[in-house]
């Protein structure tokens, strides 16, 4: 079992940054992909990066692509997520997760572990 919890959330003003971090449990967190959804009220959670288990390969959702780095540091359990040039609409909760299957960053379902998310607000 992989507890994941996130820090790192805030209220931030448009064309700030934010380093949101998730730290894990378990050493066995290295043989997993992780990555961050967000969501907010009544949308359904949507998918943001994501990182294999070497480090060495990254996905970005076009929202958030050239504006966001994922980083991964498996010999500390962390994760963390590099947001830059913020907007109103990366308003949300931001979830860490686990995932042993690529296919969870476009089928959130098959995810195996969700932190318990931290909000993110990005004001005018």
């Known amino acids: 079992q992989v507890q994941l919890v996130e820090t790192g959330g805030g209220l931030v003003q448009a064309g700030g940054s934010l380093r949101l971090s998730c730290a894990a449990s378990?050493?066995?967190?290295?043989?997993?992909?992780v990555g961050w959804f967000r969501q907010v009220p009544g949308k359904e959670r949507e998918f943001v990066a994501a990182i294999d288990w070497s480090g060495r390969s990254t996905t970005y959702a076009d929202s958030v692509k050239d504006r966001c780095t994922i980083s991964r540091d498996n010999a500390r359990d962390m994760i963390e997520l590099q947001i830059n040039s913020l907007k109103p609409e990366d308003t949300g909760v931001y979830y860490c997760?686990?995932?042993?299957?690529?296919?969870?960053?476009?089928?959130?379902?098959?995810?195996?572990?969700w932190g318990q998310g931290t909000q993110v607000t990005v004001s005018q």
């Open positions: 997760a686990a995932a042993l299957d690529s296919r969870s960053w476009s089928t959130p379902s098959l995810v195996n572990y």
């Open positions: 378990e050493r066995t967190f290295s043989l997993y992909e």
